[in-house]
């Protein structure tokens, strides 16, 4: 059996088009299908959609989450739920299309591979300056991290349940799928298609949300900021000594006592912001560590199918 986890925010409109779609590609399968929907805190009819399908079909489930508790908890509490000997994430909005899943079942039967991935292509139809963007993150990430992450991929993936298994054995609290994926290892082959545009709906990430999202990534994925951290430290402490030596000496040899004001507060300044810049990254790894020692769940379910059962 396969299990197909679809996290929901706000996506009324989408879930149906998704689920014909995914049913039509059932057909041309031989496997069994179960569906994970994830309500995440939707404030529009989600929720009630959702109860509809599985009262209609004994192979949907949902999860509806207390609140929004955002993409990766909705993942991750789909991997929980999830019981098929291959499980997939996919996206509601049919940018992650349907109809690769059969080619991706094949490579993943015939092939000695643990997880079929999924890359665009492109990013067609996408604001040039958020392209730039990613693409620089994806450049800096992995430089800095030992964990490799493959630009334009996307969640959308087949894996195994040994994979999925290793997934659920990593229980921290912030959750940056990509970096998790690649971490737990196992070997990952790639498919690209061209990117397309939402079926319906509005996409819930705005750049500052996409921002934050990509320090998570770097905050969880690699202690790098930390050495460029020191290092900087370590240059201006450097500079500072050899500045001083320079005005000692030229004080001795020229006596010169009130110039130099302008530099002083130059160099003031930019101490002090060296030292705020550097106070700001290691508070960043302190805030992850606050959040991680709470152990606060990651998600808190609020209703199942299973109450429609009762
Ligand atoms: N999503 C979610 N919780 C959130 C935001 C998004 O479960 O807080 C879901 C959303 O319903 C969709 C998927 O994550 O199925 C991808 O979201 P979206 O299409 O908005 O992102 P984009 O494709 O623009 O990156
Ligand atoms: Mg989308």
């Known amino acids: ?15 149906p088009l998704f689920f014909t779609e995914m049913e039509k590609v059932k057909r041309k399968m031989a ?14 009819g989600t929720l009630n959609i959702l109860r509809q399908l599985a009262k209609q079909n004994n192979f949907v489930r949902y999860i509806s989450f207390s609140r929004n508790f ?26 992650d299309p349907p109809e690769l899943l059969p080619q991706m079942i094949e490579m993943i039967e015939s092939a000695d591979i643990d997880c079929v991935g999924t890359r665009r292509a ?5 604001p040039p300056i958020r392209s730039f963007f990613a693409k620089k993150f994806y450049q800096l990430i992995n430089r800095i991290s030992d964990t490799e992450m493959v630009d334009g991929a996307r969640d959308y993936r087949l894996m195994t349940r040994q994979m999925v298994d290793a997934i659920l054995e990593l229980t921290e609290h912030n959750r940056f799928s990509k970096g998790l994926f690649s971490w737990v290892g196992f ?14 709906g509005e996409t819930s990430w705005s750049f500052w949300k996409l921002f934050n999202y990509s320090i998570d990534g770097i905050v969880n994925f690699s202690d790098a900021p930390l ?10 402490c450097l500079v500072a000594v050899v ?11 020229f006596g010169d006592p009130t110039s130099g004001w302008p530099s002083l507060v130059t160099i003031i300044l930019f101490i002090g912001g060296v030292q705020l810049l550097c106070i700001g ?13 709470k152990k606060r769940p990651v998600y808190i379910v609020k209703e199942t199918e299973k109450k429609l059962e009762q």
């Open 31 to 44: 496997h069994e299908l179960e569906y994970i929907f994830v309500n995440d805190g939707s404030k529009d």
């Open 187 to 200: 070997k990952t082959e790639y498919i690209s298609f061209e990117n397309r545009e939402r079926a319906a």
């Open 122 to 126: 492109d990013r067609k139809g996408e």
């Open 281 to 293: 990254i290691i508070g960043k790894y302190i805030g992850k560590i606050f959040m991680e020692t």
């Open 227 to 236: 050495n460029i951290a020191s290092f900087v430290g370590a240059f201006s």
């Open 70 to 95: 955002g993409k990766e908890a909705a993942l991750y509490a789909g991997l929980q739920a999830a019981i098929g000997e291959l499980v997939t994430v996919m996206d509601v909005d049919l940018q």
């Open 243 to 253: 500045a001083m030596i320079f005005i000692i000496v030229r004080a001795l040899i």
């Open 1 to 15: 059996m396969i299990s197909v986890i679809v996290p929901c925010f706000n996506e009324e409109e989408a879930i």
